[in-house]
């Protein structure tokens, strides 16, 4: 069981920054992300899309943004818990028991959701049936890429990932690669690779298609492709791997008493607390009259947040606001020297 | 105001009179339409305002740009008249404009 002044949930930009503020305050506080990565929609939506309106950054990517924000954590030591996505939230007294779906528990008084749209998750293929395969003989993702060893395997998508295991698997597999339109959007290099895999027969390209039906009961037998012309091909195939991106779910956020509206938890507008003591919503994920989506207002929310957040932290101890600028206190914190 | 025709997966239609200058998209939502989430907020990067734009209004519409065409890539269901609504601004060409939403967006 882990214990610290205040639990994050999200490590985007505005996680990030609310960190950055309870540590300047004197909180300990530990981040958890469902991703692999830090930096939330920044990173994985919009990594060079070039942001305009962050005070005082006149231009920064999704990536810079990320890159700068954990440079002004670097002076502290801050555990982050990626690839775990928060399942359980449980009130245990006068603090949260927070259980994720790799089974870390956290022990709470303030629990952050700075989640933005939700957790990313793999977008699925659309007919129904896909689901009874779904982590058997149908893939969103690949850890063991051993398993698809001289077998046949219907690979979906025309982007990067699509592309890249095409190409690695056709080595000792037989490949169908299957896209929805004639045009791909991977890397150069990868695509006149696969064209060349394509001319050679080692992976047979299907485009203006897109998965109709998989068939079989127990086990995947093959898989039905149907063109823009509604001309259908049956396929035969022992495994099927869709790389269609990743969605933002709300997920388990939804099922912990918050008072939502539509896909956003409700809070006030003085300690961005939600109905329940000790949770706040910050960033995108929060709502109240006149809510801007903006990273800059994630920050004054995340600020005010770690604020409350000190009262049930240090219910001893009186909070006192400080600069930066003039306070030993922070300038220790951070490690600088005091003039 | 220029009148769009949202009409969601069940076939139930919203005509709604959207405002010059927003997109397809922002209508839907500020009207509380079902079927769109647009869970980016409009910044084409997430395929959850997706549409099928009715055959006879498909071709009246300026030309997706390749960003918008990577993005239907992982839309739910895309079809050959597919677009997203983000992209879609209302303008007085476009009045009586009828749209199709998918079944869901992800």
């Not at chain 1, 030591?77 to 690839?83: A, S």
């Not at chain 1, 058997?136 to 219907?154: A, L, M, P, W």
Request: glycine share 8%; charged share 30%.
């Amino acid at each position: 069981m882990i214990k610290t002044d205040a639990l994050i949930i999200g490590a985007g930009p505005t996680g990030l920054f609310t960190a950055h503020q309870l540590k300047l305050i004197g909180l300990n506080c530990e981040v958890v992300d469902n991703l692999d990565k830090i930096g939330g929609q920044c990173i994985e939506l919009y990594p060079d899309k070039p942001i305009y309106d962050i005070p005082a950054i006149p231009e920064c990517t999704g990536e810079e943004l990320t890159n700068n924000l954990l440079d002004q954590l670097k002076p502290f030591n801050i555990k982050f818990h990626l690839n775990e996505r928060v399942e359980e939230v449980k009130k245990n007294n006068d603090k949260w028991d927070v259980k994720t779906n790799k089974g870390t528990l956290f022990s709470t008084p303030n629990i952050i959701i700075a989640a933005g749209v939700g957790s990313f998750e793999p977008r699925k293929f659309a007919p129904k049936d896909c689901e009874k395969f779904e982590d058997k003989s149908i893939f969103y993702s690949i850890k063991d890429k051993n398993i698809f060893k001289s077998k046949i395997i219907s690979i979906f998508g025309g982007g990067d990932s699509a592309l890249d295991w095409a190409v690695e698997l056709s080595k000792n597999s037989k490949i169908n690669l299957i896209h929805r339109r004639e045009e791909f959007r991977a890397a150069k290099s990868t695509l006149d690779q696969m064209k060349k895999l394509v001319k050679e027969g080692k992976i047979n390209l299907f485009t203006k298609y897109q998965l109709k039906s998989v068939k079989g009961d127990e086990k995947l037998e093959g898989i039905d492709i149907e063109h823009d012309n509604k001309d259908i091909k049956s396929l035969k195939t022992d495994f099927v791997l869709g790389f269609f991106g990743l969605i933002m779910k709300l997920g388990p956020i939804a099922d912990w008493g918050l008072s939502l509206d539509k896909k956003t938890v409700t809070v006030d507008t003085e300690k961005f607390e939600t109905n329940q003591k000790g949770i706040y919503a910050v960033g995108d994920i929060c709502n109240y009259p006149g809510k801007l989506k903006l990273i800059l207002s994630g920050f004054h929310e995340g600020a005010l947040a770690a604020r409350a957040c000190f009262k049930l932290a240090r219910p001893n101890e009186k909070y006192r606001f400080e600069f930066t600028t003039s306070s030993k206190t922070i300038k220790d914190r951070l490690g600088v020297k005091s003039d | 105001m220029t009148k769009i025709v949202y009409i969601e997966h069940s076939g139930k239609s919203h005509s709604i009179d959207v405002q010059n200058g927003l997109s397809v998209m922002e209508g839907a939502i500020q009207n509380n339409i079902p079927g769109i989430d647009a869970d980016c907020g409009g910044s084409m990067a997430c395929a959850t305002c997706h549409v099928y734009v009715k055959e006879e209004w498909f071709n009246k519409l300026q030309k997706k740009d390749d960003g918008e065409e990577d993005m239907l890539d992982m839309a739910f269901e895309p079809s050959k008249f597919s677009r997203l609504s983000c992209q879609l601004i209302v303008t007085d060409e476009l009045d009586g404009l009828e749209v199709q939403l998918p079944s869901k967006q992800a």
